[in-house]
């Protein structure tokens, strides 16, 4: 049975290892790992570890934005994970201006509660505020 949150995980691992032309046995070899540990990972019988995960990454020798994206599917924060925001770079300013502690606390407050309530906003059009909570 699976793990909550594993498919993803293994979905993708399964993706990236096919991707990159390698059977699991050689994944597995190459990251230290027993061929079976591989096979449940990208089953979604068990869940990887930080280590694991950089160790598959290694061995598969992934971009740092490969990386990050594996690290997230396993539920974790890349080390830098602003390369997950490639793709929406005024998130990636938002962010940066919300960290930059040259910016006065209150106006990173008011940014803080703007976001929160376009994210109230957009929950309620999209009929999931009850499933999705921002910590605000």
Do not use: C, N, W
Request: hydrophobic share 40%; aromatic share 6%.
């Amino acid at each position: 049975m699976p793990i909550h949150g594993s498919t993803e995980f293994g979905a993708l691992l399964k993706k990236t290892r096919e991707k990159s032309g390698i059977s699991q046995t050689k994944l597995s070899e190459q990251a230290g790992f027993d061929h079976s540990y591989v096979s449940r990972l990208e089953s979604g019988a068990r869940m990887p570890t930080r280590e694991a995960v950089r160790r598959l990454g290694e061995a598969l020798e992934l971009e740092q934005q490969q990386l990050g994206s594996l690290l997230a599917a396993a539920g974790f924060l890349p080390r830098d994970f602003s390369s997950l925001l490639e793709g929406e770079p005024a998130v990636g300013e938002i962010l940066d201006l919300l960290m930059d502690e040259t910016i006065p606390s209150e106006y990173r407050d008011y940014m803080r509660q703007t976001l929160s309530l376009l994210a109230k906003q957009a929950r309620f059009v999209t009929g999931t505020a009850d499933s999705i909570r921002l910590v605000s």
